[in-house]
T-cell receptor, first 114, second 112 residues
């Protein structure tokens, strides 16, 4: 079956603009994660969904960041009033269930804020 | 809050050398431990994982890792590296509640 997909693969925007990043998890995976990865660092946890609800959003850096997963499948990460410091690769991962289990990662969306 | 520390940022080895990458974590409760690898131009993929049981776990491509609870460590090893092992390696912990924390990664360069 298909893996995790993310669109777009690259996004260039201007400071102050709004962006949406999309993640299509593996079919049947109930858990979905968003991470942000800056150059030279590991993935930084942003938010974790179990089904439609955000089980842990403690990693969202501020209220400009928001994520939804309305039907428990596709998720959208939304960033308002983008800043240059938001430039990073945004990774999505999905997992079959909660607790134990391997996360399957997508290829990421490279966001550049000019 | 949990944290993960990877001791080596960049390791350079010749083919057939042995590898050990250090990983220490900080968390007061039960964790699940992972090593992920990212080959050049590819996305993160699982090397191996530890949930419970035998603390010595074996993964793909001849990698293994040992969980030492008393040291909060989960070091990655391979007896003989190959040029194709050149990649970035990430240690990660996930709590039973699902939150994941990654280390900053170790870049491994294997010289042919």
């Amino acid at each position: 079956g298909a893996g995790v997909s993310q669109t777009p693969s690259n996004k260039v925007t201007e400071k102050g603009k709004y962006v949406e990043l999309r993640c299509d998890p593996i079919s049947g995976h109930t858990a979905l994660y968003w991470y942000r990865q800056s150059l030279g660092q590991g993935p930084e946890f942003l938010i974790y969904f179990q089904g439609t609800g955000a089980a842990d959003d403690s990693g969202l850096p501020n209220d400009r960041f928001f994520a939804v997963r309305p039907e428990g499948s596709v998720s959208t990460l939304k960033i308002q009033r983008t800043e240059r410091g938001d430039s990073a690769v945004y990774l999505c991962a999905s997992k079959r269930g909660g607790g134990e289990g391997e996360q399957f990662f997508g290829p990421g969306t490279r966001l550049t804020v000019l | 809050a949990q944290s993960v520390s990877q001791h080596n940022h960049h390791v350079i080895l010749s083919e057939a050398a042995s590898l050990e990458l250090g990983c220490n974590y900080s968390y007061g409760g039960t964790v699940n431990l992972f090593w992920y690898v990212q080959y050049p131009g590819q996305h993160l993929q699982l090397l191996l994982k530890y949930f419970s049981g035998d603390p010595l776990v074996k993964g793909i491509k001849g990698f293994e890792a040992e969980f030492i609870k008393s040291k909060f460590s989960f070091n990655l090893r391979k007896p003989s590296v190959q040029w194709s092992d050149t990649a970035e390696y990430f240690c990660a912990v996930t709590t039973n509640a699902g939150k994941s924390t990654f280390g900053d990664g170790t870049t491994l360069t294997v010289k042919p």
